[in-house]
Nanobody, 126 residues
């Protein structure tokens, strides 16, 4: 089992930045890739970014490309999401997820991920 705990959410003005963190514990050796997803009220959960832990291959949703950066610190079992140029449409509950299936790259479907955190709220005011 893997446990994931997100932190770093908060309220920020449009144009501002936040850095989300996700701490992993348990069977972290089974984590092949890490992802961030988000869910706004009344909307489906959507992919934000993902990264493979060994090679650092990344994948981003079109809506965040160029503004958000995903990174990992494997020694600390951490994954981060640096979010710049935030806008009100980025307001959502952000989830960290772990994918234990190897060799398939940083995947984008939530159903591909085996472990999930509880989420951290990001609110962007206009």
């Amino acid at each position: 089992q893997v446990q994931l705990v997100e932190s770093g959410g908060g309220l920020v003005q449009a144009g501002g930045s936040l850095r989300l963190s996700c701490a992993a514990s348990g069977r972290t050796s089974s984590m092949y890739a890490m992802g961030w997803f988000r869910q706004a009220p009344g909307k489906e959960r959507e992919f934000v970014a993902a990264i493979t832990r060994s090679r650092g291959n990344t994948n981003y949703a079109a809506s965040v490309k160029g503004r958000f950066t995903i990174s990992t610190d494997n020694a600390k079992n951490m994954v981060y999401l640096q979010m710049n140029s935030l806008n009100p449409e980025d307001t959502a509950l952000y989830y960290c997820a772990a994918d234990s299936t190897p060799l398939l790259g940083p995947r984008v479907r939530s159903s591909d991920y085996d472990y999930w955190g509880q989420g951290t709220q990001v609110s962007v005011s206009s």
